[in-house]
Nanobody, 118 residues
Framework: QVHLVESGGALVQAGGSLRLSCAASGRTLSGYRMGWFRQAPGKERAFVAR????????YYADSVKGRFTISRDNAKNTMYLQMNGLKPEDTAVYYC???????????WGQGTQVTVSS
């Protein structure tokens, strides 16, 4: 069973950058994909980006395309989310998740808070 731990959340000014990390342990990730989601106060959790572990194929929500970059380090079993050009509307708790390529994201981390001040 995979265990996920996020880190890197912080308070940052609009226009700034942050890099979130998600360390995975417990199993190999071949055949899986990992993703980032976020939940703002009073809103439902929303998809941000995902990466297929074996080939690095990525996909982004329109709201973050061109500003955020998802990546993974196979050796460290860690996924990253580089966030540039942050906006106040990016304020949310960010969660990482993992699931089989053909299935839902079934394992989630505890979340890390990102706050963007205007």
């Amino acid at each position: 069973q995979v265990h996920l731990v996020e880190s890197g959340g912080a308070l940052v000014q609009a226009g700034g950058s942050l890099r979130l990390s998600c360390a995975a342990s417990g199993r190999t990730l071949s055949g899986y994909r990992m993703g980032w989601f976020r939940q703002a106060p009073g809103k439902e959790r929303a998809f941000v980006a995902r990466v297929t572990w074996s080939n690095g194929l990525t996909y982004y929500a329109d709201s973050v395309k061109g500003r955020f970059t998802i990546s993974r380090d196979n050796a460290k079993n860690t996924m990253y989310l580089q966030m540039n050009g942050l906006k106040p509307e990016d304020t949310a708790v960010y969660y990482c998740a993992v699931g089989p390529i053909s299935g839902p994201f079934g394992t989630w981390g505890q979340g890390t808070q990102v706050t963007v001040s205007s």
